[in-house]
């Protein structure tokens, strides 16, 4: 089956940094999201995001399908920003399995 | 505006007895799925479902059934619960109108088993 690789695994920075999350995969895929899972569990739709760029606010995703990889962009993290976040991926033509990577542990300190 | 909603949000059960984890989703999605996440990983589907009468096996289905009698409700139920069905439950939604659609996630049931 299709694998899902997140890294750096851990990161941690001071409040007011830039991170990029990377997320690759190792089959064509049609659907692929990015969430946050935040400190009480909750799995927050940060970008729905199969290719192209998207942003939102001081979040940005893009995905380069034909090389299999995408990147979480977050500029000037905040405190709010702590968690895991993962990226999930479904294959074409595939079942209704979203595959998810073990996530990158985000932590900003103030 | 209530999306997917998940009940309980914990619970505490005695290794044999049974439960149901109840999920709803006001959306008319067609897709509903069950997921669990164990410490240090990221979610694995148990069971989903294309629409009602229709129910598939995921990753892990060993332990748990599912029914889908309407298209708002997918309970998951744990017939002898196992220590080892320790984690926590999501449940998701998503359309299929339009072509792909982004999977809504509910706010998710810690269950221990003990």
């Known amino acids: 089956g299709i694998q899902v690789e997140q890294s750096p695994p851990d990161l941690i920075l001071q409040e007011g940094a830039n991170s990029t999350l990377r997320c690759n995969f190792s089959d064509s895929v049609n659907n692929l999201q990015w969430f946050h899972q935040n400190p009480w569990g909750q799995l927050i739709n940060l970008f729905y995001?199969?290719?192209g760029t998207k942003q939102n606010g001081r979040l940005s995703a893009t995905t380069v399908a034909t090389e299999r990889y995408s990147l979480l962009y977050i500029s000037s993290s905040q405190t709010t920003d702590s968690g895991v976040y993962f990226c999930a991926v479904r294959t074409q033509g595939g079942s209704e399995k979203l595959v998810f990577g073990k996530g990158t542990k985000l932590t900003v300190n103030p | 505006n209530a999306g997917v909603t998940q009940t309980p949000k914990f619970q505490v059960l005695k290794t044999g007895q049974s439960m149901t984890l109840q999920c709803a989703q006001d959306?008319?999605?067609?897709?509903m799925s069950w997921y669990r996440q164990d410490p240090g990983m990221g979610l694995r589907l148990i069971h989903y479902?294309?629409?009602?009468?229709?129910?598939d096996q995921g990753e892990v289905p060993n332990g748990y059934n599912v029914s889908r009698s309407t298209t708002e409700d997918f309970p998951l139920r744990l017939l002898s619960a196992a220590p080892s069905q320790t984690s926590v439950y999501f449940c998701a939604s998503r359309s299929t109108v339009s072509g792909n659609q982004p999977q809504h996630f509910g706010d998710g049931t810690r269950l221990s088993i003990l």
């Open positions: 479902s294309v629409g009602a009468g229709i129910t």
């Open positions: 959306m008319n999605h067609e897709y």
């Open positions: 995001i199969p290719s």
